[in-house]
Structure formats: C-alpha cells, structure tokens
C-alpha cells in the first residue's frame, strides 16, 4: 500500500518561514492536498492540488510537489497557525485515501 | 450555507454495532461523494471509505472491509457510517467529509465513539 511519510514535529519562529515534507514514492506524479486541524476542531483544507487554495485561505500557505517529496510552505508564520497539518492524496493503484502521519507546527 | 451536521456522540459495548448520520445542506448532496475518516484519541487521520450518494456506490478500506457499511438516504440529504463488531481500538471522532475531485473540502465536526464495558 501506498505511505506517505511526514516528520512529528516542525518548529519556527514567529514571521519565519515553516516548510513541512511530505514524503512518498514518485509522489510528484500524484495531486497532493493538505489539512490544518487545531485541537478539538475538525480539519480544514488549505491546500489541494499540490498549490492552489480554497477561499479564505491566505496566500501565506502554498505548496510544491516534485519527485518523492510534496512540500506545504507557510510563510510568515503566526501564532494562529500552530497546528496539526496532514498530507492527502489518492492511490489509484489500490483506490485508497491515504493520509501522512501529521506533524505539528509549533510555534516559538 | 454549505455545511455536513453529523449525529451526536455514541457509548457502545464491545462488539456491539453503531450507526453515524451526516446530513448534507447548502448543495446538491447527490453531486458529490462522501468520505467517512476517523481520528483515535492522540493520532492522525485514517480513511474508511466512500460514497457515491447518487449511485449508491462505495468503496472502502481493506483494514475496514466486511465490518464497515456506507448507506444514504438521498430523500433527507444524508449520509450513514455503520461499524460492527466494535472493540476499544474503534474508540474514536468519526469525520464525513464532502470531496471535491480527491480532496475533502467540507467536514463535518466529528462524532465521538466510545466503545467500552
């Protein structure tokens, strides 16, 4: 079956910049989404298609996929971004939902 | 507005069964399929399976084969999750998500499982 590899743990700075991987085989040939879930709540999309946002999302979020490695990139982080982020695609191989193992941003 | 509202929370036995409604607002609840994913206390997220409400078909899986069912009735806009056999390892928030091509981009806010003695 197919696994997506994430770190536990990231931490940056307040108006730095946090990069969380997200690793699989040849992932760059798959469109990859990605979740924000801050405790108690539900997870909301802040990134589909490798790079494009839904509405509401700020422009501080983007994302990148290229070879084994999808990449969510949020710039000028804030307190308000500290959170559990989940990586997402669909292996058509099996036709199954995978989902990354989540990391948590923390914020210094 | 666009919303899924999910069915209040559950205390089960084990091996007991138990039943999880998601009802769809907002949009055509036919013209988009339905995820169910489940979060254990502490852990990330884990796919169950899905739904196409207007044929009814699912998919599912293969870790929830044969103890899972995804149903709908499509006259009142809603979606079911139905696991058997529960044991404590199934305590857990139940998600329905509304899916956009392969991504989810509604979510219901979680039904809390308890299964215990």
């Known amino acids: 079956s197919y696994v997506l590899t994430q770190p536990p743990s990231v931490s940056v700075a307040p108006g730095q910049t946090a990069r969380i991987p997200c690793g699989g085989n040849?992932?760059?040939?798959?469109?990859v989404h990605w979740y924000q879930q801050k405790p108690g709540q539900a997870p909301v999309l802040v990134v589909y298609?490798?790079?494009d946002r839904p509405s509401g999302i700020p422009e501080r979020f983007s994302g990148s996929n290229s070879g084994n490695t999808a990449t969510l990139t949020i710039s000028r982080v804030e307190a308000g971004d500290e959170a559990d982020y989940y990586c997402?695609?669909?292996?058509?191989?099996?036709?199954?939902?995978?989902f990354g193992g989540g990391t948590k941003l923390t914020v210094l | 507005q666009v919303q899924l509202v999910q069915s209040g929370a559950e205390v089960k036995k084990p091996g007991a069964s138990v039943k999880v409604s998601c009802k769809a607002s907002?949009?055509?609840?036919?013209?988009?399929?339905i995820n169910w994913v489940r979060q254990a206390p502490g852990q990330g997220l884990e796919w169950m399976g899905w739904?196409?409400?207007?044929?009814?078909?699912?998919g599912y899986a293969q870790k929830f084969q044969g103890r899972v069912t995804i149903t709908r009735n499509t006259s009142i806009s809603t979606a079911y999750m139905e696991l058997s056999s529960l044991r404590s390892e199934d305590t857990a928030v139940y998600y329905c998500?509304?899916?956009?091509?392969?991504?989810?981009?509604?979510w219901g806010k979680g039904t809390t499982v308890t299964v215990s003695s």
């Open positions: 998500a509304r899916v956009e091509t392969t991504n989810m981009d509604v």
């Open positions: 907002g949009f055509t609840f036919t013209h988009y399929d």
């Open positions: 739904m196409n409400p207007n044929s009814g078909d699912t």
């Open positions: 040849n992932i760059g040939s798959k469109g």
């Open positions: 298609d490798d790079n």
């Open positions: 997402q695609v669909w292996d058509s191989s099996s036709d199954h939902l995978v």
